[in-house]
């Protein structure tokens, strides 16, 4: 299994409150796969839901946070093809 790390595109020095969390369907259940999560303050909040839906993602707001994690942060389990 590849974890890719990576970053959103602003940058933030608030405090994370929320990894939102993408899925992907499997099986006929919207929240089939855990795919990626990006770590947000309330402000980047439905960016980061914007983001995961543009990628045919399900997102999922849980609280996060008491870490040193830099907002827009993205852990991605996903498999990378081809990198
Ligand atoms: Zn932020």
Redesign the pocket.
């Known amino acids: 299994m590849t974890i890719t790390f990576a970053t959103m595109s ?1 940058h ?1 020095t ?1 405090t994370v409150t929320s990894a939102v969390e993408a899925y992907s369907p499997v099986d006929g259940r919207a929240h089939g796969s855990l795919d990626a999560a990006a770590y ?2 309330p ?2 909040l439905q960016p980061a839901r914007a983001m995961w839906e543009e990628q045919g993602l399900t997102p999922y707001t849980a609280k996060a946070g008491g870490g040193t994690t830099p ?2 942060s993205i852990t991605d389990f996903r498999e990378t093809v081809g990198s």
Do not use: I, K, L, P
């Open positions: 602003h933030c608030a947000v303050c402000s980047h907002c827009g």
